[in-house]
């Protein structure tokens, strides 16, 4: 029997935050905050109405953590503004993906949410010319040790990180939305040919391949582990977007012409059942038919998904959520590397930790 | 209730049990640890808190415990976690306290943006607080304590918290950390000087906490408006004196001390603003911390002689 996860739950129906008890309270907002969704969560439950029920000293903290959410996306908008002078007014075409994208459409879910980093994409024909050109504006290569270059030039979608030199900011430049050698290699020329440009110009994904591209990051990529937001981003993009009857019909083929549908059943499931996302009944069956993996594999990721969705707090602290996490810390790996570089690159990971923890 | 009224059994039962729920100037922390020697050094620097009530939803959860020993020749190891996250690796468990009082400062820069939040040392007297900002070593926390030796009322000794709606600073009067050759010289300035247990070496050297004066902590709820903004530097061979700041300057000065002014904003802006309009502006070099409390003292005085001609609006 897994533990309830209270986060899940409060952002499935906020409502229920109103019947909860102190210790329940303070489990809830610890697990917020450790997501980051403190102010995303507050947003929610204003919306239905309940926020003044709460006691003073929780509104303070919601208060807090939107005043921080709105100073991190003033300096998201001005960073976008800058990328947007230094890329696109030299001819870089440039993507806004992920968190720059939410804000610089105005999108509902931007309303609290922080990101660590900017995050774009160039072409990759222009990678190289790009990375130059942003390091004579300002924005300098993260100190890396050699191995992480080289597994960053190699094997990864994106550049090694950049910082400005002034603004401390971090950016990441993509060059697809996957590794180039994992086992799923979208074609990136379907997204900027179907890129949406915006009033000032930056382009941005298209509804379909924004939501797949989170699906792509939580299920594919990413770790799922503390993916807690993720499922949260897909939920609201798929509210938003999916009041456009036409989002549903293109989405799974979207998916399909991609090769991506294996993440994209995951981000259905998963977001209908643990947050009560409305998906229609059809997009469920022609994505279940197109990308269900096979019955034991859809038995094993079940109760371990919805373990690594639990915060790393000591109420939820369990060997079987310990395990779930490394199966899937494994899987992120396992689809994005050919197994002999994989078995160096975690061995190699494995030494390099053991190592500092010693040092 | 206090957390100095319950005994050694009540206060170990609830550090190891359901967690002591304690409130240091606004915020409620529950704090849970199983370590003996913490208990008793932040049972003591703490003693005078209000103990609050089961019903009272805490802002931070802290558990201060034992961490693995990787090898069993290095010595015993703990660990701070604020609902789940950590700014620092682990320290060794005779540091806990020290540690911990750092993670507390952690916790309120990165988390209580409700208030604009300076690194400085905030004293009060005849309902004007001054705050006196300056770096580490820049000598805050004697003249903060060479004042409290005057009659002025501990608000902080590390943190500033400006609520920008209404220009008010509130107190957060938790131990002052003593360090180096400030331990002695603080053991001289105050009268019943309350130090804990010196902690050394910590990689800030020799540390030690001095526990807040009692009327402090009673008055913990009681903010005040700001009166002087006191720029301290401390050499050897300074000449002690006042130099007023010009407004700008003071307004440069003070943002250069906040950890908040780029996620605040606008709102930042107004309210150092405000706080700069309503208060005086000084540089404050000095030898003496003593000599420098009385000049400091001089600016009270001469604002009860000449009323409050700072007062905000």
């Known amino acids: 029997m897994l533990p309830n996860n209270l986060l899940l739950r409060a952002f499935a129906d906020p409502g229920l935050v109103n019947g909860l008890g102190v210790e329940s309270l303070e489990l809830l907002l610890a697990q917020a905050r450790m997501a980051g969704l403190t102010a ?3 947003y929610r439950i204003e919306d239905t109405g309940i926020l003044a029920a709460l006691p003073a000293r929780v509104r303070t903290q919601f208060a807090a953590a939107r005043a921080a959410a709105e100073g991190r996306r003033r300096a998201l908008e001005w960073e976008v503004n800058r990328l947007h002078h230094v890329l696109t007014g030299s001819g870089y075409p440039m993507l806004l993906l992920k968190g720059a994208a939410y804000a610089a459409a105005g999108l509902p879910l931007a309303r609290g949410r922080t990101s660590a980093d900017v995050d774009i994409m160039v072409p990759r024909g222009q990678l190289d010319s790009a990375e130059k050109h942003l390091v004579s504006h300002g924005w300098e290569p993260v100190e890396l040790d050699a191995y992480d270059k080289r597994y960053y030039r190699g094997w990864s979608h994106e550049l090694p990180p950049l910082r400005h030199r002034e603004r401390g900011s971090e950016l990441d430049v993509h060059h697809t939305i996957l590794p180039p050698l994992s086992r799923l290699r979208p074609d990136p020329s379907a997204f900027w040919r179907s890129a949406i440009a915006l009033a000032d110009g930056s382009r941005v994904f298209c509804p379909t391949h924004m939501a797949l591209h989170v699906a792509v990051h939580l ?27 036409g989002f549903w019909h293109e ?22 059942s643990l947050l009560g996302t409305t998906v229609p009944e059809p997009v469920t069956d022609e994505a279940a038919r197109a990308g269900k993996p096979p019955r034991p594999v859809r038995a094993a990721m079940d109760p371990m998904v919805r373990s690594a969705l639990l915060p790393d707090l000591p109420e939820y602290r369990t060997p079987w959520r310990r395990a779930a996490c490394l199966s899937l810390y494994i899987r992120s790996h396992w689809l994005r590397m050919p197994p002999l570089p994989l078995a160096r690159h975690l061995l190699r990971k494995a030494w390099v930790r053991g190592f500092a923890a010693t040092s | 209730m206090k957390i100095g009224d319950l005994t050694r059994d009540q206060l170990h039962q609830r550090f190891a049990g359901p967690g002591l729920r304690t409130r240091i100037g606004p915020f409620v922390f529950r704090v849970h640890t199983p370590i003996d020697r913490f208990v008793t050094d932040f049972s003591a620097a703490y003693a ?38 950590s700014p620092f690796r682990t320290f060794p468990r005779r540091l806990a306290m020290p540690f911990a009082e750092w993670g507390l400062n952690w916790c309120i820069c990165s988390h209580a943006h409700q208030f604009l939040i300076f690194h400085s040392a905030v004293v009060e007297k005849a309902g004007r607080a001054a705050i006196l900002a300056g770096p580490p070593g820049s000598g805050k926390s004697t003249l903060c304590a060479a004042l409290l030796a005057r009659g002025w009322r501990l608000l902080s000794d590390e943190l500033a918290l400006l609520d920008p709606a209404r220009g008010r600073l509130f107190p957060i009067p938790r131990p002052v950390a003593l360090k180096g050759t400030s331990i002695g010289l603080i053991e001289g300035l105050l009268p019943h000087p309350r130090i804990g247990r010196v ?17 402090a902590v009673e008055c913990q709820a009681e903010p005040a408006l700001p009166g002087w903004v006191v720029f ?23 943002e250069r001390n906040c950890f908040n002014y780029d996620a605040l904003g606008r709102t930042a802006f107004d309210a150092l603003s405000q706080l ?30 000449t009323g409050l001609p700072l007062d905000a609006a």
């Not at chain 2, 693995?68 to 789940?84: C, H, I, L, N, V």
Request: glycine share 6%; charged share 25%; proline share 8%.
């Open chain 1, 40 to 42: 995303r969560l507050s």
């Open chain 1, 219 to 245: 299920f594919q990529d990413g770790e799922i582990a503390g993916g807690l937001g993720g499922l949260v981003d897909f939920d609201e993009l798929c509210r938003h977007f999916g009041r456009d009857p």
């Open chain 1, 251 to 272: 989405l799974v083929p979207a998916a399909v012409e991609l090769g991506l549908v294996r993440p994209l059943y995951y981000a259905l499931r998963y977001a209908s």
């Open chain 2, 48 to 85: 005078d808190f209000p103990v609050c009530d089961e019903n009272e939803i805490s802002d931070f959860r802290i558990r201060v415990t034992p961490a693995f020993r990787r090898w069993p020749w290095r010595e015993a190891q703990a660990e701070f976690r604020a609902d789940g996250e």
């Open chain 2, 199 to 215: 902690f050394a070496p910590t990689h800030k050297g020799t540390l030690a906490h001095l526990r807040p004066p009692l009327e």
């Open chain 2, 232 to 254: 301290p530097t401390h050499a050897e061979n300074a000449d002690t004196r006042l130099v007023p700041l010009r407004k700008a300057a003071g307004f440069l000065r003070l």
């Open chain 2, 276 to 305: 700069i309009e309503t208060a005086e502006c000084y540089d404050l070099p000095f030898a003496q911390a003593a000599a420098a409390a009385e000049m400091v003292d001089g600016l009270a005085e001469r604002q009860l002689v």
